[in-house]
């Protein structure tokens, strides 16, 4: 019997990227493979910048389920009606756990199934929007999706190295660090002279969205 860990399964607005403003019910993971979660790990991490608590299940909503099923008809518990219902499956690194029965489970219950991942771990068919956000020092196996989004600047990132790529979608996201503004100030640099890019700003975090 499956067994997925959720760290949190909540009911909130999509705060970044080109779904930003939609209501969606967000089911983050437990545990990525480019980061423990620790802090003591973080230096020596592949991802070193990360925002996120994916550690345990312990979060609002959180759990672990024991089929596929139960997830899906908790996260459809948490949509208010109307609208067409979207879940955003994110992490931690939601491709660890998010398999082909859980998207199928998701859709029986009437959902649109976006998933957010670093790209390291191919996708499963079936998914409704895929944005991938590439994370420097990874392999990105996933080079195709629906919406590309770079954390910006990282070193080693140059975007230009990413446009190529199979997407309908490239967002330049600002990196939340304590040199945020001057992070925002060059990603809007870059999407004014490179107007391939659109700027990506985590307006949940602006707006303190719950
Ligand atoms: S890949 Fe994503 S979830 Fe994993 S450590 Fe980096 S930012 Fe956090």
């Known amino acids: 019997m499956a067994v997925y860990s959720v760290k949190e399964l909540f009911y909130t607005l999509q705060g970044e990227g080109a779904h930003s403003g939609r209501a969606a019910v967000f089911c983050r993971f437990t545990g990525c493979n480019l980061w423990s979660g620790r802090e003591q790990d973080r230096s020596s991490a592949i991802c070193t910048f990360c925002d996120t608590d994916f550690i345990g299940t312990n979060g609002n909503g959180g759990g672990k389920f024991t089929s596929a099923e139960e997830l899906a008809e908790a996260a459809a518990l948490l949509w208010p009606g109307g609208g067409q219902p979207y879940i955003v499956c994110t992490g931690g ?18 959902f ?59 967002f330049l996201q600002p990196m939340d660090s304590d040199t945020g503004e001057e992070n925002t100030d060059a990603a809007v640099v870059y999407c004014r002279d490179n107007p391939k890019w659109r700027l990506s700003l985590q307006t949940h975090k602006i707006l303190d969205i719950p």
């Open 93 to 110: 690194e939601p491709l660890l756990q998010l398999d082909a029965k859980l998207i199928d489970a998701f859709h029986q219950v009437g």
């Open 112 to 170: 649109t199934v976006a998933v957010e991942t670093n790209g390291t771990i191919a996708a499963p068919a079936d998914i409704d929007w895929l944005c991938v956000s590439p994370k420097i020092g990874s392999d990105l196996i996933q080079t195709s999706g629906n919406e590309l989004k770079l954390v910006y600047p990282q070193e080693g990132g140059d975007p230009a190295n990413f446009e190529g790529l199979a997407f309908d979608h490239f």
